[in-house]
């Protein structure tokens, strides 16, 4: 783990009925969390209005996704004060899913992380290279393209989480070593330091996603720059997720 405080977020994506969800909140109630971690769980839509009413204030809400600035006539949206009235403080951006299934760009990405941040909510900011990309030694300029990206629409770092979740490894049982992992984090710290500055460079917080559970996440979380989780399918499970959250090194 980095210098920063360690940082857990489990993603539940689309996933979960009112009923396994408060299975879920109990879970994480009765859970035994480290303390010096921020914890950070993102339901839902639908159910972040349950979530925010039962789990423990110890643990942050985020939402999966905003619209690009103030409501109205956007059907099918939410706004980033709707997420606020609700007690949201984070939101995760740029998620691979949304990038490559939905097909958001790295504009319309970038609009929503300036705007979300701009009304004080913070931003996870997804970045990370497809197979073909990997196998193409592509890693480092995907991900410094979908970071600049971010850099170029960002008013300030100071909000601002990066999740590095390589596409591969996500939902597929396919870690990435600790090793392949730290390689791109450093990447990325040292992207940071030469086009944004050594101060956000060293500040900001760089996590690991991508089939991290409770068997693998604790020899990731001794490389040196990486400073937490973006957790998929392991979040759904309280006592997995507790465990991940208390890896921190
Ligand atoms: O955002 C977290 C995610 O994409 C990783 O998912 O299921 O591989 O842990 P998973």
């Known amino acids: 783990a980095g210098s920063g405080k360690f940082f857990v977020g489990g993603n ?12 879920l909140i109990s879970d994480l109630n009765s859970a035994k969390l480290e303390s010096d971690v921020d914890v950070v769980v993102a339901p839902p839509f639908l159910y972040i209005d349950q979530v925010k009413s039962s789990l423990t204030d110890r643990i942050e809400i985020s939402a999966q ?12 949206e939410i706004s980033v004060e709707q997420l606020k009235d609700l007690g949201c403080k984070w939101v995760i951006l740029g998620h691979s899913e949304r990038r490559h ?6 504009e319309f990405i970038g609009k929503k992380a300036a705007y979300a ?34 850099a170029d629409a960002l008013p300030s770092w100071d909000n601002v989480v990066i999740a590095y979740e390589p596409v591969w490894a996500i939902g597929t049982g396919k870690v990435a070593t600790p090793e392949q992992a730290q390689e791109v984090h450093a990447a990325v710290r040292d992207w940071l330091s030469k086009n944004v500055s050594a101060e956000v ?3 900001t917080r760089i996590i690991y996603g991508g089939s991290a559970n409770g068997s693998n996440c604790s020899d990731l979380a001794k490389k040196e720059d990486i ?3 973006l957790v998929g399918g392991a979040s759904l499970k309280g006592p997995e997720f507790a465990s991940i959250v208390n890896s921190v090194t």
């Open 201 to 203: 460079a060293s500040k």
């Open 65 to 76: 996704n905003c619209w690009t600035g103030k409501g109205g006539a956007f059907t099918g």
């Open 101 to 106: 299934i939905i097909g958001e760009n790295d």
């Open 117 to 150: 941040l701009s009304q004080n909510i913070g931003v996870i900011a997804c970045i990370g290279e497809l197979l073909e990309e990997r196998e193409a030694g592509k890693t480092f300029d995907v991900c410094f393209q979908q970071l600049k990206a971010f």
């Open 227 to 229: 400073d937490g989780f």
């Open 12 to 23: 539940w994506k689309c996933n979960g009925t009112k009923d396994s969800i408060s299975k």
